[in-house]
């Protein structure tokens, strides 16, 4: 069973919109860390956040912020007033302390892209 | 600050041939990571390696070697290059983070691996 779900293959918004990227998670875990990496263009990987299990609250910095809601499994995450700049490859990626088959392993989603038209 | 550093950036093998990846990263961080980027297949670990020594499987494992010889290094080994294995293969580090385990992990710039 994936253990990191991005049901949005891409995402199309004009500038200015507000756009949520969905992530749905799946562990037997109670200790676990969610995490959203950026892909621009370029290829590299940049780190945006990190949760732990124990911290269900909100995050805003700037003009993200995410929505961790354990009932759910969810980790999601919006950009208000997109820009042009915020055009990537959006992950998802979820850090168990024990993953049956072998411990801290990081799983990824498969990926938002998120396309921002001006 | 170096981070996470990969060589190869680029390579072009024919098929059968061998090869070998290194990644270094110079902040002192227990776990390391090979992954490998597909079109519409996200970030696929291959294997991965919880401190020096020590070396497990990842989704991925097959036609892929590794070793943890030193802390700071974590090499990816191509025994008999196949054209399935055309992909970016990223190495990533991340820090323990006591029992909530790895924190953020940081990652190198990839490398774009051909096989024809």
């Known amino acids: 069973a994936q253990k990191v779900t991005q049901a949005q293959t891409e995402i199309s918004v004009v500038e200015k919109e507000d756009v949520t990227l969905d992530c749905v998670y799946e562990?037997?875990?109670?200790?676990?860390?969610l995490f959203w990496y950026k892909q621009p263009p370029s290829g590299e990987l940049v780190f945006l956040i990190r949760r732990n299990s124990f911290d269900e609250q909100n995050e805003i910095s700037g003009r993200y912020s995410w929505n961790f809601q354990k009932s759910t499994s969810s980790f999601n995450f919006t950009i208000t007033a997109s820009q042009v700049v915020d055009s990537a490859v959006y992950f998802c990626?979820?850090?168990?302390?024990?993953?049956?088959?072998?411990?801290?392993?990081?799983?990824f989603g498969k990926g938002t892209k998120l396309s921002v038209i001006p | 600050n170096a981070g996470v550093t990969q060589t190869p950036k680029f390579r072009v093998l024919k098929t059968g041939q061998s090869m070998t990846l290194l990644c270094a990263q110079d902040?002192?961080?227990?776990?390391m990571y090979w992954y490998r980027q597909d079109p519409g297949m996200g970030l696929r670990l291959i294997h991965y390696?919880?401190?020096?020594?020590?070396?497990a499987k990842g989704e991925v494992p097959d036609g892929y070697n590794v070793s943890r010889l030193k802390k700071q290094n974590f090499l990816l080994g191509l025994e008999s290059a196949a054209p399935s294995q055309t992909s970016v293969y990223f190495c990533a580090s991340s820090r323990r983070d006591g029992w909530l385990g790895n924190t953020e992990a940081f990652f190198g710039q990839g490398t774009r691996l051909t096989v024809v």
């Open positions: 390696s919880v401190g020096e020594g020590t070396t």
């Open positions: 562990t037997r875990d109670t200790t676990y860390y």
């Open positions: 990626a979820l850090s168990e302390t024990y993953s049956g088959a072998g411990s801290y392993q990081l799983t």
């Open positions: 902040m002192n961080h227990e776990y």
